[in-house]
């Protein structure tokens, strides 16, 4: 795994990337209902990039996986962490993850907080995030995802 590159996302990757992210939701089996109403949320855009950090993660030149964070003081948010279908479960999470934490230490963050994909809430939780309780979907009325943190330790 110590192949996977990391670095910024470009405006012209926007539409592969939102596409990539799609697959990596369709994983769970939701329907093609389900995954066309998440379209809009995990529609990657210029501006998106613009007001956040986006990073892809490659291996031998191919997109493997996408990860975005924002800052507010000194938590830092998981705005999108998506694997490639066809990577999942090949231990490219627990790599980008270890970037995440890099990122959001460069950032000063001494907290993440992740509203989780519920299907993903036990990888986060082996990641060393905790659940504090639950968030409404941006998506569907009426649907909780976990709210889950994680407490960082400071660069030394």
Known sequence: MNSIRFRPA???????LSDMM??????WDY??????ACR???TITPDWLRENAGFVAERENTVVGFFGIST??????VEHFFVERDAIGHGVGKVMWTEYLRQARLRKARRIEI?????????YRHMGAVTIGQC???VFAGRMLPLMEVT????V
């Open 72 to 77: 507010e003081g000194e938590t830092a948010h």
């Open 40 to 42: 809009t949320d995990l």
């Open 136 to 138: 409404p979907s941006t």
């Open 10 to 16: 470009r405006d012209e990757e926007c539409p592969a």
């Open 115 to 123: 509203e989780a994909e519920p299907h993903a809430e036990a990888f």
């Open 31 to 36: 329907d093609a209902d389900f995954i066309e």
């Open 22 to 27: 799609l697959r990596s939701k369709a994983h």
């Open 152 to 155: 960082l330790t400071p660069l």
